[in-house]
């Protein structure tokens, strides 16, 4: 069974950076199949797309609002990827989790929407203080 785990959170200035990690463990994956994303949710509001990856191709596409701040790589170390996040702002407070679609079926392009994404972390909480 396969698992992602999270880690990296925290409390940060305004202005300030963090790294998120998530990590695939428990199981098999497809490469050529995963695809590997983040999302958030702030208090009160629904979970939002940060960002997404291709693992094979390494092609990623981004929310706008954090396009230009924020970086999604692979993490060939722990099978996993990481989410650079710059620049940050209050509004990126929120508990960040990792994601993925069964890599057993292919995913067409980098979805967006939370129901395309079948495995979920635990979630992380980032907190950017003004």
């Known amino acids: 069974q396969v698992q992602l785990v999270e880690s990296g959170g925290g409390l940060v200035q305004t202005g300030g950076s963090l790294r998120l990690s998530c990590a695939l463990s428990?199981?098999?994956?497809?490469?050529?199949?995963?695809?590997m994303g983040w999302f958030r949710q702030a208090p009160g509001k629904e979970r939002e797309f940060v960002a997404a990856?291709?693992?094979?191709?390494?092609?990623?596409h981004y929310s706008d609002s954090v396009l230009g701040r924020f970086t999604i790589a692979r993490d060939n170390t722990k099978n996993g990827v990481h989410l650079y996040m710059n620049r940050l702002k209050p509004e990126d407070t929120a508990v960040y989790y990792c994601?993925?679609?069964?890599?057993?079926?292919?995913?067409?392009?980098?979805?967006?929407?939370?129901?395309?994404?079948?495995?979920w972390g635990q979630g992380t909480q980032v907190t950017v203080s003004s």
């Open positions: 994601a993925a679609p069964d890599s057993r079926k292919r995913t067409v392009g980098l979805p967006t929407n939370e129901n395309n994404y079948d495995i």
């Open positions: 428990g199981g098999l994956f497809v490469a050529s199949n995963l695809v």
């Open positions: 990856l291709r693992w094979v191709s390494w092609d990623t």
